[in-house]
């Protein structure tokens, strides 16, 4: 199930990006696997990959290859993760980037490969070379839908928003795709996400953005605290509008960040909100913090308790596994005579106690929702962090004990 997340259905097209996807037989079941992304040329590219030191072999090659050539096209395939495969696994890789460049008439170092699925199966480099010239020939701009279908693996719904923003009187496009439900703890972004702009930046100022707006998206969820081997997010600019080319001086600057933040934030909330076996969608704040990275460890350390989680899966109010877990998080100080907790608007803790306000009855009564806020006060300064997670349930035990069957 999903908690209040609404299935993309449209996703609007972006001048200069063309997409194709198709079945290519990577997947057991023969549903939708493999997905093409061609980009412009002249076209900025940013890009930010998984800190996981078991990285994946197409991970290692789309780095390699992004900081070698502009990239003209992506190449996506769910249903298996070529991680763990080795010396192999790394030359499969490079070979599926020169079956695609040789199709589409590029060099393979044009070509940024990324996978998602199984870890540790060898990657099926011939349904790639049966594919790729009709793929090829199916390229097309409003295919946005299509491709967020087929980089899903146990997501339940496709992960798709658009946003549009007036700069110098003239429409600039953002639109973004996502996937990921479970094994979800970014440590740069989420497992995959493509979002591409008509907008003009350069590839320098593209990157700054990306790894802004990714610190408070997508560096700002978890499922079950495991990062992925195979984590990665692009961030493309086609420079195909008529308006003029942002900087970080231009006035339209702050309107172009906004509105990247938003849907990175809104994709980073919508794989929460498909997490593996939720019931509850989670936001945890840290408030008046020292610092941020204080705020955000604080966070992290409370979504990441199973005990929280299988007390929000039970809806039980115990209270007192959320002040265990704050107090065991890895920051220097904590004054825990000052510190309150509130479960949206009901006060649970304040001074390093049960607030005298509080009734189990107010606490059931947040408990009982879909959808809880979390605010850790601290009042030891005037950072704060925000995270979204969810609930540990029974279907999460299922779904991951039975991913491979």
Known sequence: MTVNLNEATHLAAVKGIRLAAGASGIKKNNTIDLVLIEISEGASCAAVFTQNRFRAAPVIIAEQHLSESSPRLLLINSGNANAGTGES?????????????????????????????????????????????????????????MAAKGIMTTDTVPKGITREIQIDEETITITGIAKGSGMIKPNMATMLSYIATDAKISADLLTECLKTSVEYSFNSITVDGDTSTNDSCVLLATGQTDAAEIKKSSAGFSVFMQALAEVMQTLAQSIIRDAEGITKFVEITVCNAVSYDDAKTVAYTVAHSPLVKT?????????????????????????????????????IVEEGARAGSYTEAAGQRVMNESEIKITIDLAMGDCQATVWTSDLSYDYVKINAEYRS
């Open 311 to 347: 007390a929000l899966f039970a809806s039980d109010p115990n209270w007192g596994r959320i002040l265990a877990a704050v107090g065991r998080a890895e920051i220097d100080k904590i004054e825990v005579d000052q510190l309150s907790i509130y479960l949206d608007d009901v006060c």
């Open 89 to 145: 696994g790394y030359r499969n890789a490079l070979l599926t980037c020169e079956l695609a460049a040789d199709v589409l008439g590029c060099k393979k170092q044009q070509v940024l490969p990324f996978s998602t699925g199984v870890i540790g199966e060898n990657l099926q480099v011939d349904c790639f070379e049966k594919s790729l010239p009709e793929l090829v020939s199916q390229l097309g701009s409003d295919n946005w839908l």
